[in-house]
């Protein structure tokens, strides 16, 4: 477990994608962010577990740029699903609070549903709703304040074995290759992906829409997004012409435009912003 000073994130540092998907500085944020490892047993549907705490005395909007994973979380008395999103996820902060979060792999949430994750794409919707039973009191366990990381990571954990997920094996393959997509950043197209699963293009795309909720293009792009947001997260000198080639864009511009339509503003106007703890010079 790794600690980055009195606020911002404090993780195990291997699990997921880290400070990459969060807009801002973390110097900066008046909140704490833990990621605690599934347990075996669920490691085929779960990727991670995440708890926010805060405590602020002003209001803090705090932005992150979506992965193509479901989140389910508790908060405001409910257990939601958030499914895959296309646009930056906003949330205020005031006073004292939590939420809990449940990471699932790209494809695992496919496991709990009847039907394909695409359904929920682009939604946020209780688990009531999506999955048909009461999530006020798995909610309230979950937002304890007095709860520890690791009774609440017990808590969920239990709770999600309860749902008794599906045991489908493409979980796993689609897993996979969406990790080839995060992992390596030469892969800018979907036929690549398609070639290193051996499967065709169209049957690819109905794979990532039933088990990941998007298709392999987007998924794609938005890692190679979520690379350019950490490089300008590493706050030094960029090449973005440069940059722009390496990742698969078809020049700066398109970059430029990609990574302001997700963050709000140019990368290099984000860079800055940084620089000077939060204000453009």
Do not use: C
């Not at 699990?15 to 599934?38: D, Q």
């Amino acid at each position: 477990m790794s600690e980055d000073g009195d606020n911002g994130i404090t993780t195990q540092p291997e699990l997921g994608r880290g400070p990459r998907a969060i807009i801002g500085s973390a110097a900066a944020m008046p909140f704490r962010v833990s990621r605690l490892r599934a347990p075996a047993d669920l490691a085929r549907w779960v990727d991670y577990f995440w708890i926010v705490r805060w405590s602020t005395t002003e209001t803090h909007e705090q932005q992150v740029i979506p992965q193509p994973v479901v989140h389910v979380a508790a908060e405001d008395g409910r257990l939601w699903v958030h499914g895959v999103g296309e646009s930056r996820f906003s949330r205020t902060l005031t006073g004292d609070g939590q939420v809990f979060g449940i990471a699932f792999r790209a494809g695992g949430f496919r496991g709990f549903l009847d039907g394909p994750v695409s359904a929920w794409t682009r939604s946020v919707r209780t688990v009531a709703d999506v999955l048909g039973v009461d999530d006020r009191q798995i909610a309230r366990q979950l937002l304890d304040p007095a709860a520890g990381d690791d009774e609440l990571l017990t808590i969920a954990a239990r709770w999600l074995a309860e749902r008794d997920p599906i045991d489908d094996p493409v979980i796993d393959e689609v897993a996979a290759l969406a990790e080839m997509a995060e992992q390596d950043s030469s892969i800018t197209r979907a036929e690549q992906l398609a070639a290193q699963a051996g499967v065709s293009l169209r049957t690819l795309q109905r794979q990532f829409g039933e088990y990941v909720g998007i298709g392999p293009k987007w998924v794609i792009q938005r890692f190679r997004m979520l690379d350019v947001a950490a490089i300008a997260n590493a706050g030094g000198d960029v090449d973005w012409a440069d940059t722009a080639v390496r990742l698969g864009f078809s020049d700066q511009s398109h970059l430029t435009r990609a990574f302001s339509r997700i963050v709000g503003k140019p990368p290099a106007t984000y860079v800055r912003t940084e620089r000077t703890g939060g204000s453009e010079r």
